[in-house]
C-alpha cells in the first residue's frame, strides 16, 4: 500500500485517476457486461457456426464477414476491412505415425499425431527414428541423423509456475527443429507437443524452414504417446512411418475487421484492442483466440450501451493471420506508420478467456508507475499485476510506432492443455470468467482514454 500511495504522490495532479468517479464508471461497465453481455453467445456462434478458420480457408472468409456483421450489430460507429495478403497453407489429408519395427520386430503401434502448421509433405516417409532430449544431444550425436526421423522429446520444466515461460522455453523445436535436424540429414521430424496436458491430444502449430536446408516433413505426438516413444527409444532401434500431406497453396487476400467508436476530443489519436479472427484447423479456436474476439466486441457493446463517449478513437480489431505468418498485425502497423497515425496504447486478448490476473505490458518506466497506481480501481475486478513483458503478437508490431502495448494475462494453468490441439473447443470456455476478462480490459481501456499514458 505504501508503494501505491508513493507512486500517487509522484504523479501530476492531472493525470491521476480520481478514485470516486472512475470507482463508479469502471462499476457500470462491470455490471453491464456481467448482466448483458453477449460475448459468450457470439463465442458460440464463431465456434459452431464457423468453426476452424485457418488464414487463407474458406472458413476463415466466412469468420470475416461473421466479424463484420458482429461489429455491427454490437454499435460500432463505422466497420471496415483492412486487406491484407495471406498465406494458404492446407493440411492436405489425415496425418499418421505408425511405429512398424522395433528391434527387428513387425509390429503396428499407431500414434496420435499432428503435422505440424507450415510443415510440407508429399506422402509417407519410412526411417529408424533417433530419439534425443534437446538441441544439445542432437549436436552431439549428428553424425547418427542421416537418413532418419529425428524425435526430440523437450517438454515443458514442470517447475515454471508460469507455464508461459515454458512454452517461450520449448516452442524453439517446433519452430525450428525440423531444419536443424534436416542440417544433418533427417528425412522427417517429430516433436514432443508443447503441453503439459494428461490428455493425449497432439498440438500443433507454426514451424518455419531455414531456406538452406530440405524441407523435410515434421509432426508433434500427444504426451502420452510420446512418453512411450520415449521410454522405447532408451531400450530400443525402432523404425517408423509417418505420413503428411501438407502444403501451400498460393497467397490470397484477407482482412482485418476494423470497427471504431470515434473520439470526442482527439479524433486523429488511436487506442486498439484486438484479438486475432484465426486458428488452427484443427478445433474450433474458442480460446485461441476466439475468446480475445469476443472480448473485443463486448468490450465495444459495452462501452456503447453505457453512453461512455471516448476522449480518443478507440479501434476493435479483429486480425487476420496471426497463427502462421502475423500478417494482420504487421498490416495495421505498416498502415498506421504511412499515414502518419498517433497510437496512444494497444491492448490484446489472446491468452484465454481464463478468469483475469492481470496484465503483461511493454512500457517505459514513467508509463508503469501509472499504471501500477490504477492497481486500486482494477483489483476488486481480477487485476493483481501489471509485469514486464510486451502485449500480444498482433499490437507488437505498433511498438516501431512507440507505443506502449499491453496483453490480457488470464490464469495461465489450463491454457496449454488446449492450445493448438482439437481440445480447444467451446464447451471448455467458461462464461464468467470470459465475461470478467472483458470486464478488465474495458476499465483499462477507460483509465488510459480519460488519463493517457
Not at 487463407?56 to 483492412?82: C, H, R, Y
Not at 505415425?97 to 522395433?102: H, L, Q, S, T, Y
Not at 472483458?438 to 477507460?446: D, G, P, T
Request: proline share 4%; charged share 25%; with cysteine.
Amino acid at each position: 500500500m505504501k508503494k501505491i500511495l508513493i507512486l500517487l504522490l509522484a504523479l501530476p495532479l492531472a493525470a491521476m485517476a480520481q478514485p470516486g468517479d472512475d470507482a463508479a464508471v469502471i462499476k457500470k461497465i462491470s455490471d453491464e457486461i456481467l448482466r448483458n453481455g453477449r460475448a459468450y453467445e457470439l463465442l458460440y456462434q464463431l465456434t459452431k457456426q464457423v468453426g476452424g478458420r485457418l488464414a487463407g480457408s474458406p472458413q476463415f472468409a466466412k469468420a470475416i464477414q461473421w466479424g463484420k456483421t458482429a461489429m455491427e450489430k454490437n454499435g460500432a460507429d463505422n466497420v471496415f476491412l483492412q486487406e491484407c495478403m495471406v498465406p494458404h497453407w492446407v493440411r492436405g489429408g489425415q496425418d499418421k505415425a505408425v511405429i512398424i519395427e522395433v528391434d527387428k520386430k513387425k509390429t503396428s503401434r499407431e500414434l496420435d499425431v499432428l503435422a505440424l502448421g507450415n510443415s510440407l509433405g508429399s506422402g509417407t516417409v519410412t526411417a529408424e527414428v533417433l530419439a534425443v532430449a534437446d538441441f544439445a544431444e542432437l549436436e552431439r550425436r549428428k553424425d547418427e541423423v542421416k537418413g532418419k526421423i529425428v524425435y526430440y522429446n523437450a517438454g515443458f520444466d514442470p517447475t515454471n509456475v508460469k507455464p508461459f515461460i515454458s512454452y517461450g522455453q520449448t516452442g524453439i523445436y517446433r519452430r525450428s527443429g525440423p531444419s536443424r535436424a534436416a542440417k544433418y540429414g533427417a528425412v522427417g521430424v517429430m516433436i514432443r507437443s508443447l503441453t503439459e496436458s494428461a490428455a493425449n491430444d497432439p498440438h500443433t502449430g507454426a514451424m518455419a524452414y531455414m531456406d538452406s536446408f530440405p524441407k523435410i516433413p515434421a509432426i508433434a505426438v500427444g504426451p502420452r504417446d510420446a512418453d512411450e516413444v520415449w521410454i522405447l527409444s532408451r531400450k530400443s532401434n525402432f523404425t517408423m512411418s509417418m505420413t503428411t500431406n501438407g502444403h501451400f497453396l498460393p497467397d490470397t487476400i484477407g482482412y482485418n475487421v476494423v470497427a471504431e467508436l470515434k473520439g470526442t476530443e482527439f479524433p486523429g489519436q488511436f487506442i486498439t484492442v484486438g484479438g486475432h479472427l484465426d486458428s488452427w484447423d484443427v478445433n474450433e479456436g474458442a480460446s485461441d483466440d476466439g475468446t480475445g474476439v469476443v472480448h473485443t466486441i463486448e468490450i465495444m457493446r459495452a462501452l456503447q450501451a453505457i453512453g461512455y463517449k471516448p476522449k480518443h478513437t478507440i479501434r476493435f480489431v479483429l486480425f487476420a493471420n496471426e497463427e502462421n505468418g502475423l500478417r494482420g498485425g504487421t498490416k495495421y502497423a505498416e498502415e498506421a506508420k504511412a499515414k502518419g497515425e498517433k497510437h496512444i496504447f494497444a491492448l490484446e486478448s489472446d491468452a484465454g478467456g481464463f478468469t483475469p490476473r492481470g496484465f503483461s505490458v511493454g512500457v517505459n518506466k514513467e508509463q508503469m508507475a501509472k499504471l501500477q497506481s490504477w492497481l486500486p480501481l482494477l483489483s476488486p475486478y481480477g487485476t493483481e499485476e501489471f509485469t514486464n513483458g510486451g502485449g500480444g503478437a498482433d499490437v507488437s508490431p505498433l511498438m516501431s510506432l512507440g507505443t506502449p502495448v499491453s496483453e490480457l494475462g488470464p490464469d495461465q494453468q489450463r491454457y496449454f492443455d488446449l492450445h493448438h490441439a482439437r481440445s480447444d473447443v467451446f464447451e471448455k470456455v467458461n462464461k464468467r470468467e470470459l465475461l470478467l476478462g472483458a470486464v478488465n480490459m474495458a476499465a483499462l481501456i477507460y483509465l488510459v482514454d480519460k488519463y493517457g499514458l
